[in-house]
T-cell receptor, first 116, second 111 residues
């Protein structure tokens, strides 16, 4: 089956610093990767959808300047949270799609970000 | 924009009870509809999906039927177990956009 690994599982950073998280697809080609943030107050906030060989689509309230994403091949994606502050706390989830016409996302266990 | 609404924030049941979690959607066109389940400390797991009117999705004893007339995709299970305790998310999406998730319904099942 489709497996998605995210690392680190947990991370703590000081306010104003940056943190990079990674997403690895194992056993399939992740043609699209969606990054979400899940916080206690909100359900899944979609940050961006990255499709290989296409421009990354960021949602309103999320920008490339704040959350730069790299998707260099069909098995790997990374996202950085730049200048993290308290409101950036939460569980960051990576969901990967199998194939170009598929709609289903398979998720990793997430990276939990704590900002001090 | 497209969205899903889950009316129950929490559901508390006993083992062998019948489960219904309501999901209604608002979308143009014909989106795919999904159910995901999330256990503590893990990412959401895909349960099943449906993409046409009257299509039924099912997995692990859970099922839901795509109903375009009532714009619904309610999750049902005939007899829940304690191990079904988790948060259930309804979502909608299409080929060009990442899925949009509902607020989630926390299911607690007492033995």
């Amino acid at each position: 089956g489709a497996l998605v690994y995210q690392y680190p599982r947990r991370t703590i950073c000081k306010s104003g610093t940056s943190m990079r998280m990674e997403c690895q697809a194992v056993g399939f080609q992740a043609t699209s990767v969606a990054w979400y943030r899940q916080s206690p107050q909100k359900t899944f906030e979609l940050i961006a959808l990255s499709t290989v060989n296409s421009a990354i689509k960021y949602e309103q309230n999320f920008t490339q300047e704040k959350f730069p994403i790299s998707h260099p091949n069909l098995s790997f994606s990374s996202m950085t949270v730049l200048n993290a502050y308290l409101e950036d706390r939460g569980l960051y989830l990576c969901g990967a799609r199998v194939g170009l016409s598929a709609e289903t996302l398979y998720f990793g266990s997430g990276t939990r970000l704590t900002v001090l | 924009g497209d969205s899903v609404t889950q009316t129950e924030g929490q559901v508390a049941l006993s083992e062998e009870d019948f489960l219904t979690i309501h999901c209604n959607y608002s979308a143009s066109g014909y989106p795919a509809l999904f159910w995901y389940v999330q256990y503590p400390g893990e990412g959401p797991q895909f349960l099943f999906r449906a993409s046409r009117d009257k299509e039924k999705g099912s997995s692990r004893g859970f099922e839901a039927t795509y109903d375009k007339g009532t714009t619904s995709f309610h999750l049902r299970k005939a007899s829940v177990q304690e191990s079904d305790s988790a948060v259930y998310y309804c979502a909608l999406g299409d080929n060009n956009n990442a899925p949009r998730f509902g607020a989630g319904t926390k299911l607690s099942v007492k033995p």
